[in-house]
């Protein structure tokens, strides 16, 4: 029997290519080059089956190159990548890859909120620097972290996460803000209060992003967002590039409107706004948050799962179109 043909349209772990293909003719790129759209496409064309990464768009476009295509498996919990109505409307199954990153996801949310009010990052650079030869009483003095407010906009799994973090671990008081509320228990678990977006910027001292990039939050924190923060705070995005527009933060951070960001996720990335790269009050971290080997081995076994689970046995694992199955 002739094997159904997929693509991996990223290099991912040796085993996952070795697994895929026991049940699939696989094309991969394991030297990880640089695919533009057209390439990207051109590849789908003839293939049942696609493993991408939140690099990869997948739109009408795209579609329109690879009739026969079935399912793109994401690895990845987010899916702005893909253009799900355009997906749905050809038949195409989209999965993505939650649960998996959620703690993963969360402690790193929590360490850059730490790096970023304890400014860890400068101050290693001061002494990489040569620059310390003495101490001083205020030097690289930051934010409380224990006891202070910790705000939330975009309470799913992983703000949950790091809600529960900072309630339990380090005694603060937690707020957040999501396009619905929480269940009582869910809230009890995490110690948290909804309040309104406004009440959440003008009274957080740690602001998390956690929502999903979408039309609808693109620029959720611009300028008159920034205005709202009080000056101590700190301004933390583990979510998407887009949800924040950096060049009105690098001015807030210029300018001192706020005290620190940290920052996962860009706008335009793997490009960085040149005026966050002059800034010192700015941990910048290149999308990494569900980087550890355990989490991404499970991103990935994750996804292939996916594949495997529809275009063998007729059962993907995390469907997120599953109206394309009826
Ligand atoms: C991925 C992420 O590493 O899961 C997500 O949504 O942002 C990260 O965990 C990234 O999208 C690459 O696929």
Sequence with gaps: MTKARILVAR????EIIALLEQHFEVEHNQADEPWPKERLAGKLAGKVGAFTTGGERIDADV???APGLKICANMA?????????????????????????????????????????????????????????????DMFSGSEVHGSTLGILGMGRIGQGIAR?????????????????????????????????????????HLVLVLPYSPASHHAIGAPELALMKPAANLINVARGGVVDDAALAAALRDKRI?????????????????????????LTPHIASATVPTRKAMANLAADNLIGFLVHGKPVTPLNPEVLK
Excluded at 180 to 193: I, M, N, T, V, W
Excluded at 265 to 272: A, T
């Design 11 to 14: 290099a991912v772990f040796p």
């Design 63 to 65: 579609l329109a190159v």
């Design 77 to 137: 919990v987010g899916y702005n990548n893909f253009d799900l109505a355009a997906m749905t409307q050809r038949g195409v199954l989209a999965t993505n890859t939650p649960d998996v990153l959620t703690e993963s996801t969360a402690d790193f949310g929590f360490a850059l909120l730490m790096a970023t009010a304890r400014r860890l990052t400068e101050s290693e650079h001061y002494l990489r620097a040569g620059k310390w030869q003495r101490w001083s009483y």
């Design 165 to 205: 973090r900072g309630a339990h671990g380090f005694g603060m008081n937690v707020i957040y803000h999501n396009r619905s509320r929480l269940a009582p228990d869910l809230e009890a678990q995490c110690k948290a209060r909804y309040v309104g977006k406004e009440e959440l910027l003008r009274a957080a001292d």
């Design 259 to 283: 005290a620190a960001a940290g920052l996962d996720v860009f706008e335009g990335e793997p490009k960085v706004h040149p005026d966050l790269l002059t800034v010192p009050n700015v941990v």
